[in-house]
């Protein structure tokens, strides 16, 4: 089994992705060729400002391709919140940024119904999710009252406020953050919420190297303020982007493919270490995230390598261990990979 980080230092850097050698790999369209040359350059734009998140850079591309969200996960101090910015900067998008708060309500983050004095008539006033990236910083820290007003935004692509559902911008992606060490003061997010997520993305401390080249790079004044001032710069619209979901969205699959997939959703639901498996709607995000992932590696169809190396992300936030199991020190991560290693892989 492989993993995003895994593949892209087998790929050898950002640009060109290089599929992996089973004998599937095809000479894409030369617009296709263009747009994966398009994306690698927003890696290379984030890159001048997060160092050593390679993998979560891919996910968050992986993510905007599959038209789905993410949820980001790290202790504080490694760049959760400056990939997210940087992504931005790099795009030709409308980004806003939603501190969640306890005190945060459900109106702040959607919009609210307002009277207007001077036109003597109520009107609605949109709130900061009408954007393309939503950058819901902390999102535990709020309540679910205000967890759950992104619900319907997350799936629906729309906000309905006194009646009237009113669609948001295309694309829309939320990308929040979150903290797994501090408790105090949090709320966890219910499995509905999390399901929404189409990526769970993991942010580790840095390696030795790379936790130089971060001081290296203070050291010498780069502002993390200043994404400007650091060089990064748009260098994708949304009608490209548009053009690239698209192109990823026709990536092929093969009926072998889709049985591997439904067979790994249903061995989650009968591991006796857990207490609620991979539902249908998991199995979806798991072949949308492979499609984008054969099509940034050049493959004209999805292949059980593209189904494993997505399979982490997109699945570990949707499955529950037994309490028996976590006293156990069981991790979700270990079992998803155990049923990897048992499930028949088609040839």
Avoid: C
């Avoid at 709020?142 to 309905?160: D, F, G, I, N, Y």
């Avoid at 990308?175 to 060490?181: I, R």
Wanted: glycine share 6%.
């Amino acid at each position: 089994m492989t993993d995003i980080a895994s593949d892209i230092a087998a790929a050898g850097g950002p640009e060109p992705y290089d599929a992996p050698s089973t004998g599937h790999t095809v000479r894409a369209p030369e617009q296709a060729a263009e747009l994966r040359r398009a994306l690698a350059a927003v890696r290379a734009e984030v890159g001048k400002a997060v160092v050593g998140q390679d993998a979560a850079v891919t996910g968050l591309i992986i993510a905007l391709l599959a038209r789905g969200h993410v949820l980001l996960e790290g202790v504080p101090g490694v760049a959760k919140t400056l990939l997210v910015r940087s992504l931005s900067a790099a795009l030709d998008l409308q980004t806003r940024r939603v501190q969640f708060t306890p005190d945060l309500m459900p109106g702040d983050v959607t919009g609210s119904i307002v009277y207007d004095v001077k036109a003597g008539d109520f009107e609605f006033r949109e709130g900061p999710v009408f954007t393309n990236i939503l950058l819901a910083d902390e999102i535990n820290r709020t309540p679910p009252k205000t967890q759950s007003a992104l619900l319907e935004a997350m799936e629906e692509r729309q906000v309905s406020v006194d009646g009237v559902s009113r669609p948001l911008p295309e694309p829309f992606i939320v990308a929040a953050t979150q903290n797994p060490v501090e408790y105090e003061g949090t709320y966890s997010l219910p499995e509905a919420q999390l399901d929404r997520f189409l990526l769970k993305l993991v942010l580790d401390l840095p390696e030795r190297d790379t936790e130089i080249e971060v001081l290296r790079r203070h050291a010498a004044g780069f502002n993390p303020r200043d994404l400007a001032g650091a060089g990064v710069r748009p260098v994708l619209d949304a009608g490209r982007l548009a053009a690239a979901q698209a192109s990823a969205a026709s990536v092929g699959v093969s009926a072998d493919v889709l049985a591997y997939v439904v067979d790994l959703a249903r061995a989650t639901r009968s591991s006796p270490s857990v207490k609620l498996g991979v539902s249908p709607r998991g199995t979806t995000a798991l072949l949308a995230s492979a499609k984008a992932w054969a099509w940034l590696s050049g493959y004209d169809s999805i292949t059980p390598d593209h189904v494993q190396a997505m399979l982490l992300p997109v699945w570990r936030h949707r499955v529950q261990l037994r309490p028996e199991a976590e006293l156990e020190g069981v991790s979700v991560d270990a079992i998803l990979r155990s049923i990897v290693a048992q499930v028949q892989v088609p040839i």
